[in-house]
């Protein structure tokens, strides 16, 4: 007998899609109501990409890891900027994922349902020799080769979502701007092994747009937040239903905004309440008069 959230073979696939919760800065009213949709809901499974903690301080992990180990669905967790430690120089270069301890088997593991897997593409890094502050994404050679090493190990024929914590547009369209490092062929490589989607967070605002490459389209799917820190929409995750090779989402968000209103149509370079008349806003426009605390 199937448990009740176990995908029947040929049924659709529902996932949920959450990033950048920021224990520390996290809105409780946003995680308590997501907690009790996956609870009630019972997706086959969801997607954390990144994010989970402020400044990777103890507490913020300690509460972090017992909401995530509080959901009954299988779950996978990307590593976000601020999840590496932000004050301790000696972790964050020789052990920068000792805090993810308690939920060591989740992060970047591989999600596996009928005819999909999840994989996952590290872009964050201890250090950036290219710029500075190194809060933007990198994909490294090694980083890719574990990821198409894991595409390519799959059954033939299974549908992939690729989970980052980094959209993985490499300029801002605006000034040309470097945001994640390597991102354009790493796009083109992952649009050539026919990936379905990137799943990324990190910008927190909703997006669903589409990469043209050399080897094809790519589908990126973004994730908003579930903290204080909002961008240009309230507080949200996606909701993904994959049938067939067709992919849906929706931006499910407390306030009921429809999904196209959630959603920017371009990334910008951060999550920052944008200030300036030229950078990306959501149709909803619920940029916050004062920008949200780092700290």
């Excluded at 927190?204 to 790519?218: I, K, N, R, V, Y």
């Excluded at 240009?232 to 009921?256: C, D, K, Q, W, Y």
């Amino acid at each position: 007998m199937l448990r009740e959230n176990t995908p029947s073979p040929n049924g659709p696939i529902r996932l949920f899609h959450l990033s950048d919760i920021h224990f520390g800065l996290e809105d409780q009213r946003a995680i308590d109501w997501a907690k009790a949709c996956i609870a009630r809901e019972r997706p086959h499974a969801v997607a954390i990409t990144g994010d989970l903690t402020m400044r990777a301080r103890h507490p913020e992990f300690d509460a972090a890891t017992a909401w995530i180990k509080g959901l009954d669905v299988p779950v996978t967790v990307e590593v976000g900027n601020h999840d590496i430690p932000y004050f301790n120089l000696y972790e964050r270069f020789f052990a920068p994922y000792k805090r993810f301890h308690a939920i060591e088997n989740l992060v970047e593991a591989e999600l596996h349902l009928p005819g999909v897997a999840i994989v996952p593409l590290k872009t964050t890094t201890r250090a950036q020799w290219q710029r500075f502050p190194w809060s933007n994404g990198w994909v490294t050679e090694k980083a890719l080769a574990e990821t198409l090493a894991a595409i390519d190990a799959l059954p033939p024929g299974t549908r992939v979502l690729v989970a980052a914590h980094h959209p993985l547009i490499e300029r801002r369209a605006k000034d040309n701007k470097l945001l994640t490092i390597n991102g354009t062929r790493t796009m083109e490589v992952l649009a050539g092994r026919k990936v379905m989607a990137v799943l990324s967070g990190h910008i927190h605002d909703a997006f669903d747009l589409t990469a043209e490459t050399p080897a094809g389209p790519l589908r990126m799917i973004g994730a908003g937040t579930l903290s204080k820190r909002i961008r240009s929409t309230p507080p949200s995750f996606n909701e993904i239903t994959i049938e067939g090779n067709e992919i849906r989402v929706v931006a499910r968000n407390l306030e009921h905004v429809p999904t196209p209103a959630m959603q920017i149509d371009q990334v910008p370079e951060n999550a920052l309440p944008p200030r300036e008349p030229d950078e990306p806003v959501a149709p909803v426009g619920a940029v916050p008069p004062v920008d949200p605390p780092v700290h």
